[in-house]
């Protein structure tokens, strides 16, 4: 088999050169017990809740900069009315959404106003979508970053077939850079099939380096800040 | 696979002489390096994150059977199901085997080096299975029945001018169109690929050990949609894509993107453990991960090459390479240019196959300052120049051995140099034109093809050091 083959040969061509190969526990996750990582995720949460508005400010600066738009509302009732005006003025047929309990009372008042939601298990549904509305679930404000986490109730393609994407997000969620997110990302949440980091709309420069939005992906992209 | 001996001697003249070409290579070398030099200038400890980046990949390379078995483990564990290859035809009769047994029809394809490696549009569409390259750049290439110059930029070789002409020829649109009008005609036809393809083929930019996470970059969204909608995800990874832990991720996204297109950030990163899980709604029901070695071992097994398995193939080295930046990517004859194309293809083709590769540097090292992953590029291609000289089927004609020997012999002896260069103040009176050696016969004439070669002073300049210092 050809597994065996390849490994074999990764071994022989090693040989010589194993004087630094230590055995893997030793050398791989040097990992702290579960209580010491509990409590340095305690501590970094507590750190950025201190630094909470540089951290939307530098978020919302940085998002700008990739031509993404983020929006620091009062509150879920402004929330809902940015929603709404947008879905008016780009005269928006379907929507797709997903369901976490931020969104529950968003998802009520879009029912309200007669609006509908495709099925993100069907290509046909979501190939119709005009927006499709999730929640961020980290943020990263050195890079205006977000991420989102795919499950059952937060399928991956209402980020990613709609030509626009609105990001609903709570202000808590933001750290400062990569190292914190990864650290968060593996302490705290679940691992899921898909995470998926979103940088403003996708965009392309094939051509002569001509920057062009929209080339697969949403072409715009807006992130709803709760206070 | 077969390859014939790549010619790039050849082909990189007939780039020098393509006007076009150069003021296209000039204006994408240029905005990248310029870029790429505004961030990494911006982020704090660069030189830190290089040698963290290096540490890690050079503890991974050193320990690579261990950190596969776990990667293997992982993804099994997330439901994916992971094959092995040893070379291009073999990761090619896989994937065809996959393919075959889910009665795939049609497959989207995101970038990645590695499935142009071992050709496997090639083998899918023999097999008649429609293949669709849905990277932009890489789109515009299989339509003109091209290949890629540029790791990062496929196209750059083609003007705006040539793509709207081609799609007026081949996708029968208006003539004439714009950039952002020719994005939509491609956004428009790949969407319906993406919506009827059974099976979606992407590369790996990293696999992370610990997890069984496969990590893919992009700005476009094509990988996204290839890894998202279609039922089964195939991804095509060399052993050295692999790093040990999670959290070396931010090392090297870090690292990645700035060397790449010069962002923090690029549009989307997608990290994918294993197919959909039982109740998601969407993501592909199948995942394989094909883990191909096609050489690399070979590369592993050689102590002094071995860091050009460290590569993350981002592109830096070919925009600050004054060889790249003249001779563009097909000149290098497969599908790795710039220095790390020539350090790689003689290395992953065997070295008879590509033996001037190692040659077409100037050593000026630019490619060594740049590289996120710090490889010594000029001292690996020293390396690979001594195993050309010294391969049977590549080292130096018999004039050209004998010359050296003359010329390390008068080397080693200074009256013979001196009198070798007072002959040759002589002899070159023939040939001088205007004060400049501009076309001297056999055997010299291959340097002054190209440029003049300054005359040989009647005094040498170890005379005119001693009268100046005598001087003094």
């Known amino acids: 088999m050809s597994r065996e083959e390849v490994l074999r040969r990764i071994k022989t061509g090693l040989r010589g050169s194993q004087t630094n190969r230590e055995s893997k526990e030793k050398s791989l996750f040097l990992s702290a017990n579960d209580r010491e990582i509990q409590g340095r995720v305690i501590r970094l949460r507590s750190e950025l809740a201190e630094k909470k508005w540089g951290l939307i400010n530098r978020f919302v600066d940085e998002i700008a900069k990739a031509s993404g738009r983020a929006v620091v509302t009062k509150g879920e009732d402004e929330v809902g009315e940015f929603i709404i005006n947008l879905i008016d003025e780009r005269n928006v047929k379907s929507l797709a959404i997903w369901r976490t309990d931020l969104l529950t009372s968003l998802r009520e008042f879009l029912l309200d106003k007669g609006l509908r939601f495709a099925s993100p298990g069907s290509k046909s549904d979501m190939a119709e979508v005009n927006i499709g509305i999730t929640e961020a679930n980290f943020a990263i404000a050195e890079t205006g970053t977000i991420v989102l986490i795919s499950n059952e109730n937060q399928p991956r393609s209402v980020s990613l077939i709609p030509p626009i994407h609105i990001a609903v997000m709570k202000s808590d969620i933001i750290v400062e850079n990569l190292d914190q997110l990864f650290f968060l990302v593996q302490n705290s949440s679940e691992p899921t099939s898909c995470m998926t980091f979103i940088t403003g709309p996708s965009r392309t420069a094939d051509i002569e380096l001509n920057l062009t939005l929209g080339v697969h992906g949403p072409k715009e992209l807006f992130v709803v800040i709760h206070p | ?472």
């Open chain 2, 1 to 472: 696979m077969k390859t014939k001996r790549l010619r790039f001697e050849r082909d990189s003249a007939s780039a020098l002489k393509n006007q076009k070409l150069q003021g296209a290579l000039r204006n994408a070398t240029d905005r990248f390096r310029t870029v790429r030099e505004k961030a990494t200038g911006e982020i704090k400890g660069w030189e830190n994150l290089r040698i963290k980046a290096r540490e890690i990949k050079k503890h991974t390379v050193e320990h690579l059977d261990q950190y596969l078995e776990i990667l293997e483990e992982n993804i099994m564990k997330a439901g994916g199901t992971v094959h092995w290859a040893k070379d291009g035809n073999e990761a090619c009769s896989i994937i065809l085997d996959i393919a075959r047994s889910n009665n795939v029809r049609s497959a989207v394809k995101s970038k990645s080096m590695a499935t142009e490696e071992i050709e496997l549009n090639h083998a899918l569409e023999g097999a008649g299975i429609k293949v669709v390259e849905t990277d932009l750049g890489e789109y515009i290439i299989q339509i003109a029945k091209e290949r890629p110059s540029h790791i990062l930029a496929p196209a750059i070789h083609k003007t705006k001018e040539d793509i709207a002409k081609l799609f007026a020829e081949k996708l029968n649109t208006e003539p004439g169109l714009e950039p952002e009008k020719l994005t939509n005609v491609a956004r428009e036809k790949l969407r319906e690929e993406f919506l009827s393809a059974d099976m979606g083929v992407s590369g790996v930019n990293f696999a992370v050990a610990e997890t069984g996470t496969i990590v893919i970059v992009e700005n476009e969204g094509n990988a996204r949609l290839s890894t998202t909608v279609p039922r089964i995800h195939v991804a095509l990874m060399g052993i050295e894509k692999i790093i040990p832990r999670f959290e070396d991720l931010s090392t090297f996204l870090s690292v990645l993107f700035r060397s790449a297109s010069g962002q923090k950030m690029s549009a989307y990163v997608s990290f994918i453990t294993g197919p959909r899980r039982k109740n998601d709604l969407d993501g592909p029901e199948e995942f394989h991960l094909v883990i191909i070695d096609n050489g690399r071992s070979e590369i592993l097994a050689h102590e002094e090459t071995r860091e050009s398995l460290h590569c993350i193939r981002c592109g830096a080295c070919l925009n600050v390479c004054p060889v790249y930046r003249k001779v563009g990517g097909h000149s290098y004859g497969w599908i790795y240019s710039g220095p790390i194309g020539a350090i790689i293809t003689p290395q992953l083709l065997g070295i008879d196959k590509a033996p001037d590769l190692p040659f077409a540097s100037s050593l000026c090292g630019a490619c060594k300052d740049v590289c996120p992953v710090k490889i010594d590029i000029p001292r690996v291609l020293l390396e690979l120049r001594r195993r050309v000289k010294n391969n049977k089927r590549t080292r130096a004609g018999f004039g050209e051995r004998v010359a050296v020997r003359l010329w390390r012999f008068s080397m080693e002896h200074r009256k013979i140099y001196s009198l070798f260069s007072s002959l040759s103040y002589i002899a070159q009176k023939p040939w001088l034109q205007e004060g400049r050696l501009k076309s001297l016969p056999l055997p010299f004439s291959r340097w002054t093809r190209h440029r003049d070669f300054p005359p040989v002073p009647k005094k040498p300049f170890r005379e005119r050091w001693k009268e100046i210092r005598d001087s003094k």
